[in-house]
């Protein structure tokens, strides 16, 4: 071999053996950032819901929950999803909503906790509905997916050194939506972003 090439050989090598090895490192960060949320605070009670056969199909790997809780005498329905495991899994909820038979009616980015959620309202079959979305990665919570995917690529090549998985937090009201939905979102879901992440 040339000696002239011994650099661009070992380099390819190493190149090689990285894109080999590197992916089988571990990741780091929080195992269980879920078991984090809080399930009772002041005024707020809840109980856990059974995540559907279908619900599960759709997770793969990803780990999620869904959370009834009661805030000021008013229900609402929490999930939660943590693509770590399966980020395909974390995509636009919008996606989902209209998998489900509803239409978009209107989508509104409204500010959370010194970040941003997105404030959905669609209707099916003559009934309105109001659903809140955010990502959340332990520093404030954005609306943007593409965000999310940026943050969420660039953790898999740092192998979490980057910071912890944004997970998707969706809120929805039980029942018929509060008549000022914005200041009812920004009292209640605040109670679920500061939960401590590990870095």
Known sequence: MNRRNLPLALLLVSAVLLSILWPRLPMTGDPDPLARIP??????????????????????????????????????????????????????????????????TGKTRIPLAGGSAMSVTMTRNGETAR???????????????????????VRRITRGLSGPEPLLFILRPVGTPPEDWQAAANEVAPLFLPFPVQK
């Not at 619900?55 to 005498?73: M, T």
């Not at 659903?131 to 690529?153: C, N």
């Open 39 to 104: 399930r009772e605070g002041i005024g707020l009670k809840s109980r856990d819901v059974e995540i559907s056969p279908i619900e599960k199909k759709w997770l793969g790997g990803a780990a999620g929950l869904k959370r009834i809780f009661s805030f000021r005498s008013r229900l609402w329905l929490l999930a939660v999803t943590d693509g770590t495991n399966n980020r395909q899994a974390v995509h636009d909820p919008t996606y989902c909503f209209l998998g489900e038979g509803w239409k978009i």
């Open 131 to 153: 659903t809140l979305y955010w990502f959340y990665d332990g520093a404030a919570p954005f609306s943007s997916v593409v965000e999310f995917w940026i943050k969420s690529t």
